[in-house]
């Protein structure tokens, strides 16, 4: 996390000084992206979007994310961990389905 880029942006928090309140708001920001990014890719176009970008700002590690863990009193690389392993179990069943209703497979018609 040493990027000079990346510490012009992130500014340090002292996590004992910050406000119940505000900590709880950071943390319903998190959870609300956590919540969009193990949603099931859907059909609607808008909705596969916000789901991607959420799962792509686990995944990317960005200065907003290490900001906004900072200020909801969070370890950035503990989140970006317990997501990952959420974002990969789900990515990796959607593929296997994907694979499961592949055309030439085999389907009964209806």
């Known amino acids: 996390m040493a990027s000079s880029k ?4 992130v500014v ?3 996590n004992t000084n910050i406000n119940s309140e505000e900590a709880k708001l950071w943390k ?3 959870s609300m992206a956590a919540y ?3 949603k099931k890719t859907e059909y609607d176009v808008y909705a596969s979007r916000e ?3 959420a799962r792509n700002w686990f995944r990317n ?16 690389d503990y989140v ?4 990952m392993r959420q974002i990969n179990k789900i990515e990796k069943g959607m593929k296997q389905w994907s694979k499961k209703r592949a055309p030439g497979a ?3 018609a209806i």
């Open 6 to 9: 990346l510490s012009k942006f």
């Open 12 to 14: 340090a928090v002292d």
């Open 28 to 30: 319903s920001v998190i």
């Open 36 to 38: 969009d990014a193990v």
């Open 51 to 53: 789901i991607l970008e």
């Open 61 to 76: 590690k960005g200065w907003d994310f290490h900001y906004v863990c900072n200020l909801a009193g969070m370890n950035p």
């Open 80 to 83: 970006h961990f317990k997501m």
């Open 106 to 108: 085999s389907a009964t």
